[in-house]
């Protein structure tokens, strides 16, 4: 009789402890903010700009810089900008300015013809990419 209490009672001690572990290990840290940033498309989001920005991270609050090139943001622009968002409670680190940089890559004319020769491959009677000749 005393036998099935204890075993539940310990059931539920066991249940409560995981859960507790469980609760601790997926916390999600305090929203910091990053110094330097760099993107790759024509938009900065707030997951750009900040780590453990958990749901709100692929929120866009900038436009990005032109390609290929770095600009910065003020912080305190970037902070109300966040808080319009409901991000709040930034660790700056003490930051006064971040630096965004948006990747670009050049180009060679060659890749450029080829990219259209492939294009054009097999189209209207066209044969093979490497026998279509194209030039810029």
């Not at 995981?18 to 707030?46: E, F, K």
């Not at 319009?84 to 948006?102: C, F, K, N, P, Y």
């Amino acid at each position: 009789m005393i036998t099935r209490p204890l075993l539940l009672a310990a059931a539920l001690l066991a249940a409560t402890v995981t859960a507790s572990a469980q609760t601790r290990n997926d916390a999600i840290g305090a929203p910091v903010l990053r110094a330097n940033v760099t993107v790759s498309s024509d938009l900065v989001r707030i997951g750009d700009v900040i780590d453990n920005a958990g749901t709100s991270g692929q929120i866009a609050i900038y436009r990005a810089p032109d390609l290929g090139t770095t600009g910065s943001l003020p912080v305190a622009q970037l902070l109300t900008a966040l808080s319009a968002h409901q991000v709040i409670g930034v660790d700056t680190r003490g930051l006064r300015e971040i630096s965004v940089t948006r990747l670009a890559r050049t180009l060679e004319i060659r890749e450029i013809e080829l990219a259209i020769a492939r294009a054009l491959e097999r189209r209207n009677g066209l044969g093979d990419a490497q026998n279509i000749s194209v030039h810029l």
